[in-house]
């Protein structure tokens, strides 16, 4: 058993029995809730909001909710979800207009303070922020919809970042979301991955608990 993090991303999920499939989900093994939030203004699509954070929590989710913030501006809505329970916030530099003040509100709401890169964002946008963040995710699809494909160029720009965390030497999660499937985590986590999201893959495969040992083995192997 390897010690990285799955987090199912409930975009994929049965949104009428969304308490029962977090249920499911985190009772087939899964370590964390990831909650994409979308604005259609940000990105093209709509989804969910602090409400559905506190619902889950108030169902009974344990789990950290990993909340990935597509929507603009993002700090106007940062203390509803850290209220809402939040236990990490991601957001993109793209969609803050003081990324370095957005970590610091994060942070002073009690969450773990993330920093998202789309497919087309350079590294270089962690260059002066990566020893106040606790966790980097890097696209591996352009955001707004589930179930797209992984693009390869993705492992260079995680082998590029998963040097820049260790040559700080503070311990920063690398987290990657988009097309990650049983069949390519292997490869994900060899590029220096350790939290991986997957919507598509788990929630719409039959047996929840099988997918994510799959997953689990893969990067182990
Ligand atoms: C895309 C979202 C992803 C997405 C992942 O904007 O951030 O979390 O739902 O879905 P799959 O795993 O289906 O690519
Ligand atoms: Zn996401």
Redesign the pocket.
Known sequence: MSNCIIAP?I??ADFARLGEEVDNVIAAGADWV?F?V?DNHY?PNLTIGPMVCQALRKHGVTAPIDV?L?VEPVDRIVPDFAEAGASLISFHPEASKHVHRTIQLIKSHGCKAGLVLNPGTPVEVLDWVLEDLDLVLL?S?N??????AFIPSTLDKLRAVRAMIDKRGKPVILEV????KADNIGQIAAAGADAF?????IFNAPDYAQVIAQMRGNVAA
């Open positions: 991303s975009l994929s990831h994409d979308m990105v990935h597509m696209m699809v955001p707004g919809f589930g179930g797209q979301d988009g097309g990650v999201v997957a919507g598509s893959a």
